[in-house]
DNA sequence: CGTTGAATTCATCCGTGGTTGAATTCTACG
DNA sequence: CGTAGAATTCAACCACGGATGAATTCAACG
């Protein structure tokens, strides 16, 4: 079935395969998400996806969203003062990471930096540059990027454990409670 | 060079093979490292590898090694109560990660948890067994499980930046300096 | 020394998966 | 309508990498 040409209709396809390329990258990691899974994902052919988004390494990285734009994250976070700032980091955190539409483009960018060096320096470049430099420009007191960056670690070490490892635990927790437990020992970084 | 046929000497060809397969998983993920690449570390032809440890998956089960006996690692940490119980979780994490023997095994078992379903049970049941069930029984309060699994995810973070992406501001930390730093944060969920 | 078995390599197979260029069907626009 | 170009599939190439079975060299032991 399918059979050659052009399909009639306004149809967008090529949004179909990216979703289908977040969707698969997110749950199987860049090497374990092959072309030809993504294509079936999008019930298409691969040659498609190579037309559309080239190499499959441009198509990882359009597939690497961020859930918006980092500085106005940044703003959101530290705008109001230092007060405060750890459960709003907390309750950022958890908003991006369970929405759905986002969650797939963090999640391949989680896994991406595990897979290759360019995944790496993906995370590295997102840390670096909005979390670190933007809001530990606020803190007081001796080595506030290192202190951001723990609490940064902290943050990825939940992601690991509740969205790709899925231990049990962490994935039946309430985002309230997490958040309640985990605001505070950020703030005890920032403060 | 190297002719076909048993070398003379008295020599651990495994042992080497199992190292080699441990810092090729290390660096470059389970995915990442080849059989072939392992062999060529080794300096051994790839059916050798196969010999001595059968499918890949094997192999990589065999590489994966932790860094002592779990029961011994939980009982150092909680053997002489709570009190501290932060501080000296750290300092084990940061002394069998630091430890040029343990780290590749234990690099290993984290990149493998982003790469398999094995990987990733293996890393569940490691911390489920061990770092929860364990210690957790030691605590008191409400929910003290997932206050323990927000304390390993915390280091399970700290481990995916400073030795897996490599973030240079934690990169660079010394370990008295982190161990001071998040002793107290971790010790804020136990207590 | 001769034989058995372990250690090691050789040659090769085969599946998977990224990639490509040509062919086909549709839409848009004159 | 006719033609240009975009969307889509077809068919195939080719490299990489895991796996295997036979062949070769050495050690151990009688």
């Given amino acids: 079935m399918a059979r050659a040409g ?3 209709g306004d149809n967008d396809t090529r949004g179909e395969v990216l979703a289908a390329a977040r ?5 199987r990691g860049y090497h374990g998400a092959t072309i ?4 079936a994902t999008a019930d298409v052919d ?3 996806v190579h037309h559309y988004f080239g190499t499959k390494e441009d198509l990882f990285a359009a597939a690497v969203r961020l859930p918006m734009p980092p500085a106005a994250f940044a703003e959101r976070i530290i705008g109001p003062g230092v007060d405060g700032a750890g459960e709003r980091l907390a309750a950022a955190f958890f908003e991006v990471w369970e929405d759905p539409t986002t969650r797939d483009g963090l999640l391949t960018m989680l896994r991406g930096a595990f897979a290759t060096d360019r995944g790496a320096a993906v ?7 909005v979390m670190v430099r933007r809001l530990a420009g606020e803190l007081d007191g001796e080595g506030a990027e290192l202190r951001m960056t723990l609490a940064a670690s902290h943050l990825i070490g939940i ?3 509740r969205y790709v490892v899925r231990f049990p635990d ?7 409670d997490l958040v309640a437990l985990v605001g505070p020992r950020l703030q005890a970084y920032l403060g």
């Fill in 36 to 39: 030809r899974a993504i294509a």
């Fill in 46 to 48: 691969p040659a498609l």
């Fill in 170 to 176: 962490l994935e039946a927790a309430s985002v309230d």
């Fill in 159 to 161: 992601a690991v454990l």
């Fill in 6 to 8: 052009r399909r009639p």
């Fill in 123 to 129: 995370l590295r470049d997102f840390f670096g540059t």
């Fill in 23 to 27: 969707a698969t990258f997110a749950e």
